[in-house]
């Protein structure tokens, strides 16, 4: 929704269509509905009553969640395919200004990308019921660690393939959103249950310092593109730069497909 308004901008203003005015915009939307958004959240939302937090043995948790295979085998899984969503994610916007020469494009692909994404979620519920979450997850991965790659042989302006690689990607991405987040509430659900104590806490807590470590090694990774542009040749006009770090990136899913087609973890999903 935040791209919408520096589209429709660019649309009916002329203002929003490169990188250096939609920041502008979403500068000024977050200065305004921030602060104002907050405060009424502040001072509206009631402060409910919770109970005392419970001593978690950390040690112990962290036996348990080492002994569980499933788990490490989803975290690893998904860690690695987040470190090369969350890089190609952060290199979009270069890769289609300086090597697809799209700069004022770059922003109504990327809302058509997150409208696909959003228009296929229900086909991969669908999916997941008729062949298991696992395999419905291991299509879309597959399909995307394959057309991601597909960007580099493309030229400079090629808008049309473009945007069908970008949407075929949008697509089967959408399996991420649904099913990732699925597999990895059923796994520690089954690993709650067979524990004494209340560990579901523990689980979430490794999951979410995995996600946002892997988001900081990603965008680390991505700083030596960032701030060196790219050199374009003169013979063809595509820099050596970005499109390298893309293909590196779009090749991070493939562990993670290895990894969960070895694992055996009992909630593929198609009976629950």
Same mark, same amino acid.
């Given at each position: 929704?935040?791209?919408?308004?520096? /589209?429709?901008?660019?649309?009916?203003?002329?203002?929003?269509?490169?990188?250096? #005015?939609?920041?502008?915009?979403?500068?000024?939307?977050?200065?305004?509905?921030?602060?104002?958004?907050? &405060?009424?959240? /502040?001072?509206?939302?009631? #402060?409910?009553?919770?109970?005392? +937090?419970?001593?978690? +043995?950390?040690?112990?948790?962290?036996?348990?969640?080492? %002994?569980?295979?499933?788990?490490?085998?989803?975290?690893?899984?998904?860690?690695?395919?987040?470190? &090369?969503?969350?890089?190609?994610?952060?290199?979009f916007m270069l890769?289609?200004?300086?090597?697809?020469?799209? #700069?004022?494009?770059?922003?109504?692909?990327?809302?058509?990308?997150?409208?696909?994404?959003?228009?296929?979620?229900?086909?991969?519920?669908?999916?997941?019921?008729?062949?298991?979450?696992? #395999?419905?997850?291991?299509?879309?991965?597959?399909?995307v660690a394959i057309?991601?790659?597909?960007?580099?042989?493309? !030229?400079?302006?090629?808008?049309?393939?473009?945007?069908?690689?970008? &949407? /075929?990607?949008?697509?089967?991405?959408?399996?991420?959103?649904?099913?990732?987040?699925?597999?990895?509430?059923? /796994?520690?659900?089954?690993?709650?249950?067979?524990?004494?104590? %209340?560990?579901?806490?523990?689980?979430?807590?490794?999951?979410?310092?995995?996600?946002?470590?892997?988001?900081?090694?990603?965008?680390?990774? !991505?700083?030596?593109?960032?701030?060196?542009?790219?050199?374009?040749?003169? %013979?063809? &006009?595509?820099p050596t730069l970005?499109?390298?770090?893309?293909?590196?990136? !779009?090749?991070?899913?493939?562990?993670?497909?290895?990894?969960?087609?070895?694992?055996?973890?009992?909630?593929?999903? %198609?009976?629950?």
């Open positions: 929704m935040v791209l919408l308004v520096p /589209v429709s901008a660019s649309q009916l203003f002329d203002y929003g269509g490169v990188a250096s #005015e939609s920041l502008v915009i979403i500068g000024g939307m977050v200065l305004v509905l921030l602060p104002l958004l907050i &405060g009424l959240t /502040v001072w509206k939302l009631p #402060e409910r009553d919770t109970a005392p +937090p419970r001593h978690q +043995p950390v040690i112990r948790n962290l036996k348990i969640m080492l %002994s569980n295979g499933s788990f490490l085998i989803l975290f690893f899984g998904f860690t690695l395919m987040s470190l &090369g969503t969350t890089m190609i994610g952060t290199l890769f289609t200004t300086f090597a697809m020469d799209l #700069e004022r494009q770059a922003q109504p692909i990327l809302l058509a990308y997150f409208a696909v994404n959003i228009i296929g979620l229900p086909f991969w519920v669908w999916l997941s019921h008729k062949i298991g979450k696992r #395999e419905a997850w291991l299509t879309g991965t597959l399909a057309a991601t790659p597909s960007y580099l042989l493309l !030229s400079p302006g090629q808008l049309v393939p473009f945007r069908l690689i970008t &949407g /075929v990607i949008g697509f089967f991405g959408g399996n991420f959103v649904a099913l990732s987040l699925s597999m990895k509430a059923d /796994v520690i659900e089954i690993a709650s249950r067979q524990s004494r104590d %209340s560990i579901a806490g523990a689980y979430m807590a490794i999951w979410s310092l995995g996600s946002k470590t892997t988001q900081a090694l990603a965008g680390a990774s !991505s700083a030596s593109c960032k701030t060196r542009p790219p050199q374009h040749q003169a %013979s063809t &006009g595509s970005i499109p390298s770090a893309f293909t590196g990136a !779009s090749m991070y899913p493939l562990p993670a497909v290895i990894s969960a087609q070895n694992s055996n973890m009992a909630p593929s999903g %198609s009976k629950k």
